[in-house]
């Protein structure tokens, strides 16, 4: 079964300071690995998708990259802004899961100014 | 209008009604999805629509049905639901071929509370 874990829970930040987060996954053969931003009482807003290791991905402050084991989302000189859930989902090469997305169970993130 | 859209944003429901969520997505997609968000847990995947057509229902409870009339509108019928039913329901839209599924993007979400 795939199974994907987040860490830390919970990230409280200064501005300005920068931090990362972990995604570790386990899948029979990855797909895809993608990450979205949730604000609170809205859906997920998609941010990145990574394909293999080695792969980094960028935009504005934040910085995603891929080993064959675990992504992690860094984040540049946070703004109070950037605080919100941030979520990753894996997508298994498994025929029979390609249309699902096996989710962790996101880091909150906090940033004050 | 675009991306993904869901009514209603907000639900309030006794336990013996019979309710419905609507997706619309105008993103010329051709697979839809319902997950379903509780508190500090995963999105769970409850159903997913390719061209219509169902292709996984993940052992979710009869008491939710789900319907796709079309490949840009997708429903969710509630009758008989349980307080643990309460939680933020999620419609999503990708494109795929059938080897390669894009990525998903979301609607904002039915908070659905049921008392």
């Known amino acids: 079964e795939d199974q994907v874990t987040q860490s830390p829970e919970a990230l409280r930040l200064q501005e300005g300071e920068s931090s990362s987060l972990n995604c570790s996954y386990t899948v029979s053969g990855l797909r895809g690995l993608f990450w979205y931003r949730q604000d609170p009482g809205k859906g997920p807003e998609f941010l990145f998708t990574l394909y293999s290791a080695g792969e980094e991905k960028e935009k504005e402050r934040l910085k995603a990259t891929l080993t064959k084991k675990e992504s992690f989302l860094h984040i540049t000189a946070p703004k109070p802004e950037d605080s919100a859930t941030y979520l990753c989902a894996v997508q298994a090469l498994t025929s029979s899961n390609d249309y699902k997305l096996s989710f962790g169970a996101g880091t909150t993130v906090t940033v004050r100014a | 209008e675009t991306g993904v859209t869901q009514t209603p944003r907000h639900l309030v429901m006794g336990m013996t009604n019979k309710k419905s969520l609507k997706c619309e997505q105008h993103?010329?997609?051709?697979?839809m999805y319902w997950y379903k968000q509780s508190a500090k847990k995963p999105l769970e995947l409850m159903f997913v629509y390719s061209l219509e057509e169902r292709v996984e229902n993940n052992s979710v409870p009869s008491r939710f049905s789900p319907e796709c009339p079309n490949s840009s509108h997708l429903f969710l019928h509630l009758h008989t639901l349980q307080p643990e039913d309460s939680a933020l329901y999620l419609c999503?839209?990708?494109?795929?071929?059938?080897?390669?599924?894009?990525?998903?993007?979301f609607g904002q979400g039915t908070r659905l509370t049921v008392v």
């Open positions: 999503a839209s990708s494109h795929t071929t059938g080897v390669l599924t894009t990525e998903a993007f």
């Open positions: 993103l010329g997609h051709n697979a």
